[in-house]
């Protein structure tokens, strides 16, 4: 069976993440959405909100399953017998950085792959902190994230 990690913050998830583990599924016959509980960046929203977002906001999607992970992305690969971690690309700016990550994972765990995945074009410019961004002034996030996900936000900016 090919499986396939979407690794990320996921704070909140926006729709080119869904965006590319929807396309993740055409591919893999399993996609494990693994959100990140990295300690270094802060988060809005908890690691256990995250989780809850990140599940209603992909629950229409067949063969996903959503993990929480800390500690090595290729170790959380291994241990959901995945061989390959999706990547999303953007513009240029994101290339650097999923380039030594990229050569990083793959010295730590040779067998582990990762591929990536154009950004599509209407979402080639949305990130969760811009979404962050939009939520704090009150802004429309129709087309930007789930329906779910901007009450959460709202609640959340509310609170
Ligand atoms: P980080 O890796 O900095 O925590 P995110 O959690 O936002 O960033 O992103 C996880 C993955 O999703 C990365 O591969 C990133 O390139 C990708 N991604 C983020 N936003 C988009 C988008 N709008 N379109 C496509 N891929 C995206």
Redesign the pocket.
């Known amino acids: 069976m090919a499986v396939a990690v ?6 909140p998830i ?4 869904l ?2 583990i929807e396309r993740s599924t055409y591919i893999y016959d399993k996609v494990v959405v693994g959100i ?1 509980d ?1 300690q270094a ?1 802060r988060a809005l929203f908890a690691l256990d909100e995250r989780v809850a977002m990140v599940t209603e906001a992909v629950a229409g999607l067949r063969n996903v399953v959503v993990a929480a992970f800390d500690g090595l992305l290729v170790e959380f690969a291994k241990a959901n017998e995945a061989q390959v971690i999706i ?4 513009a240029i700016s ?1 290339f650097e950085h ?1 380039f030594q990550m990229a050569h990083l994972n793959k010295k730590l765990d040779g067998s582990v792959e990762t591929v990536f ?1 154009m ?2 074009p209407e ?6 902190s811009a979404v962050k961004e939009i939520a704090v002034f009150g802004g429309d996030l129709a087309g930007l994230v789930a329906e779910t996900t901007a009450a959460r936000l709202e609640r959340k900016l509310q609170g």
């Open positions: 979407c690794p990320g913050s996921f704070d926006t729709l080119g993440h965006d590319i990140a990295n960046k990547k999303g690309l953007r994101d999923e995945l950004a599509s979402y080639m410019f949305l990130s969760s």
